[in-house]
């Protein structure tokens, strides 16, 4: 039997969602919990990979069983009991035996807080910018991003992937309250490191540093030392994942 695994998680104290020879993971914190609630080895594969401090609000996961899960939702709140408080287990439910939470995602949506005001409350999961930022030039970058193109400008070099081509569907920034902004964006995949490129080239449009034709340019020439900065981790969101078929 195959399970799909609805959970979110504060990526904090991790580094990133893959397990680690060294570090702490999400994958090997989740695999623990697994294996000591059903007492059996249990290994868990997720629909993408966060980097280190790198929030879900959604992460898919699944895992196979031997036999069905006679009670789920005691399950849940077992698991829920011993995981730590940054991860949380939202629903657990059987799904065809050849579903996969990576390679059946259709679309993924990643969301990048900026507060422009400092904030006490805000600094652990938004990114601070004491500088004045044009975003409405932002937006029209942003929008040079849509459609179906080779992201290596925006890609963490030396990666496993076969291609680093994207469709790229949403992307835009809107304001949330007078000191708040949020980056949206909804792709087929996702490159490593991508999102956080993206938005270090796109405050670099929105301080002016560098124009329009500019960031055009930088997706055109495929050449990671000509985009920004990457972002910091902490203020990013892996925020919706979608399949062809219903994902409770």
């Known amino acids: 039997m195959r399970y799909f695994i609805n959970l979110a998680y504060s990526g904090a104290n991790y580094n990133g969602w893959q397990i680690q020879p060294n570090d702490p993971s999400v994958q090997q914190t989740l695999e623990a919990a697994l294996t000591t609630v059903l007492r059996h080895p249990v290994a868990v594969t997720g629909a993408g990979r966060t980097d280190t401090a790198v929030n879900a609000a959604m992460m898919i996961a699944h895992f196979d069983a031997d036999t069905p899960l006679n009670d789920i ?8 009991g011993i995981l730590p408080r940054d991860i949380a287990i939202y629903s657990i439910f059987p ?5 996969h ?5 259709t679309s993924r949506t990643y969301k990048y807080y900026i ?12 990114w601070f910018c004491p500088r004045q930022l044009d975003f409405d030039l932002m937006n029209q970058a ?7 193109a080779d992201f290596t400008s925006f890609s963490k070099l030396h990666t496993d992937v076969k291609t680093n081509i994207c469709t790229i569907s949403h992307a835009r920034w809107t304001q ?9 964006i909804t792709a087929d995949r996702f490159l490593r490191n991508m999102v956080r490129a993206i938005v270090g080239t796109l405050v ?3 301080t002016h540093k560098i124009t329009l034709e500019q960031f055009r340019q930088i997706i055109a020439d495929r050449n990671r030392s000509l985009a920004g900065q990457s972002m910091p981790g902490h203020a990013l969101f892996l925020w919706e994942i979608t399949y062809p078929y219903a994902v409770e």
């Open 73 to 80: 939702n005691l399950l849940i709140r077992s698991l829920n």
């Open 95 to 99: 799904v065809h035996p050849n579903a």
């Open 101 to 105: 939470a990576r390679f059946d995602a």
């Open 115 to 126: 507060h422009t005001r400092k904030s006490p409350f805000l600094h652990a999961h938004s």
């Open 142 to 148: 942003a929008q040079l991003l849509l459609g179906k």
């Open 176 to 184: 949330t309250d007078p000191h708040r902004w949020v980056f949206t």
């Open 204 to 206: 670099d449009v929105g």
